[in-house]
């Protein structure tokens, strides 16, 4: 099983990197859901700069799947017609976090979008391709920046302004761990490539 972590930047690059260093300490191994959320609230307050953030939240996303077997089996069964599924963990008012398992089934791909907050997506089982895109400012549309197959194990985070596409591959459906920054609904977009045009949804 992987367990390296990615970094998307606004422009759509894709690069390896090491979260900071867990300085929330917990009273016992086991990591649970209500703590990974108040560590949550701490580091948002602690730090302003999403790069940092996702730096921070990282590892202690590693650390709540590691510990937590249920979550390894928490999620619905994809919906046949759409291909996929979202199971919300958590959702407080107020509470400006998403938090969710998504299962695809094979074959399913989502459209070109951006999320306008910052992400995190860990891969619970299954293997998912990432496409990469950056916007083209003169024409309205998106081009290809690159791709990157996720495997289980790994966690892929994204900058408010990275755009991509997801597809499941193989045989078997993908699971996946998702948390999402507060989004901003006027900045996000699914994106044309062919027509060039970014529609808000």
Known sequence: METQDWLVTNDGNCQGWTGLENHLETLDNQYRLYRFLTDL?????EFQSDRQRLQ?????????LTSSDWLQGEYLEPDPETGWSVLTLYDEPDFPLTVQTVVWLPGTKSPIHNHATWGIIAIIDGEEKNTFWQRNH????VEKVGEKILTP????TFMPDAIHDIECIGDEPTISFNLYGETDYS?????????GTAENF
């Open 41 to 45: 609230e701490d580091i948002l307050i």
């Open 56 to 64: 921070a939240i990282c590892p202690l996303v590693r650390k709540l």
């Open 138 to 141: 003169q024409n309205g549309g």
């Open 153 to 156: 194990g790994e966690i892929i």
């Open 187 to 195: 900045q996000r977009f699914e994106f044309d490539p062919v027509r």
